[in-house]
């Protein structure tokens, strides 16, 4: 047998656009929903093929993500003291795991600070898992979905995946022995299988496939339009759907009606254009107008409001500052979140 060592790294943010492309295994688009400033810390820790992820956010924030189609595995909470998250329009507890398939999308929200963790495996390592320990394939492909597997087996996954981030945080040189890390690779994996194994599934409420194609349309539109404003009659065309089933369909999936959404998309949009831009030759009305926003004097306000710094703060940031938003490598022993 061939041993392997873990290798971890964990990281602090203080923006979501640096915060969002360190995570693993997908594209992420992140929205704080609340004004205030944003941290997060990112720990990484690679079991050979095995990838384990934790998360600590302090804002509510929603998030659109796209899952790579050569990995899957699961997400879920690691506190159950926190609030209840959203993932697809389903309600995420603590007691709950979400599988996410290779190739699969969909939005995921917190209703406040927020702390998660992942396991994720190559497709057909994931494939062979499964079939080896539980006889059956353990994630869909482009799939996700909520189940509630058997309290004690998610208990013992959940300890699992503190005692490794304990090791990691304290004593990396012990998670690095070959051993040690093979010990964990496994226990982790088992425990996964245990929890997939004899799961019972949630039952989507009535319409969530519909609504759901019709969510994955707006994206689409969205996406495909990123460097323009858009009317909603205009949306509701291109996605084939009314005005009210998009209402519906936001508030099930994003918590919050379509105008809200394309607003806080857009504003964000626009500071990470003015962090990236070069001052020298662009202005805050150039970068404001493009993105749609017409009466710069509300624009102003109400971006200061959201991101507690005025626009042109923002573009005309010192290099030094610029590399606060990027990721630092950092201990959890001096967290700022308890």
Request: with cysteine; net charge neutral.
């Amino acid at each position: 047998m061939v041993l392997s060592m873990a290798r971890s790294a964990a990281f602090s943010f203080e923006d979501p656009i640096s915060y969002q492309t360190a995570i693993r295994g997908a594209a992420v688009e992140m929205f704080v929903t609340v004004k205030g400033s944003f941290h997060a810390e990112l720990m990484h820790i690679q079991f050979d093929k095995l990838c384990m992820q934790y998360a600590r956010e302090n804002l509510p924030r929603v998030a659109h993500f796209a899952i790579s189609p050569k990995r899957g595995g699961i997400v879920f909470l690691t506190d159950a003291n926190q609030p209840a998250a959203q993932c697809c329009g389903m309600d995420v507890s603590s007691e709950a795991i979400v599988i996410v398939g290779a190739g699969s999308s969909g939005h995921v929200r917190s209703c406040d600070a927020c702390r998660w963790a992942g396991l994720a495996l190559p497709v057909e390592d994931l494939s062979a898992t499964g079939n080896a320990l539980a006889g059956h394939e353990l994630t869909e492909a482009s799939s996700t979905r909520l189940v509630y597997p058997n309290p004690a087996r998610m208990a013992r996954l959940v300890r699992l995946r503190a005692a490794a981030q304990r090791l990691a945080e304290v004593t990396p040189d012990t998670l690095a022995h070959p051993e040690v890390s093979n010990t964990f690779k496994h226990e982790l994996m088992h425990a996964m299988v245990a929890c997939l194994a004899d799961e019972a599934p949630a039952k989507p409420t009535s319409g969530w496939r519909h609504h759901t194609v019709i969510i994955n349309r707006f994206e689409k539109v969205l996406a495909a339009n990123s460097d323009r404003p858009m009317h909603l009659a205009e949306i509701c065309a291109a996605v084939g759907a009314s005005e009210r089933t998009l209402e519906i369909c936001c508030e099930e999936h994003l918590g919050m009606g379509p105008i809200r959404y394309l607003w806080l998309r857009r504003m964000h949009l626009v500071r990470r254009s003015l962090i990236q831009a070069d001052p020298s030759s662009t202005t805050v009305t150039q970068i404001a107008t493009g993105h749609g926003f017409w009466e710069l004097g509300r624009f102003a306000v109400s971006y200061k409001e959201l991101f507690e710094e005025s626009p042109s703060a923002a573009l005309h940031r010192p290099a030094r500052d610029l590399r606060t938003i990027q990721d630092r490598p950092r201990g959890f022993a001096d967290s700022k979140f308890a």
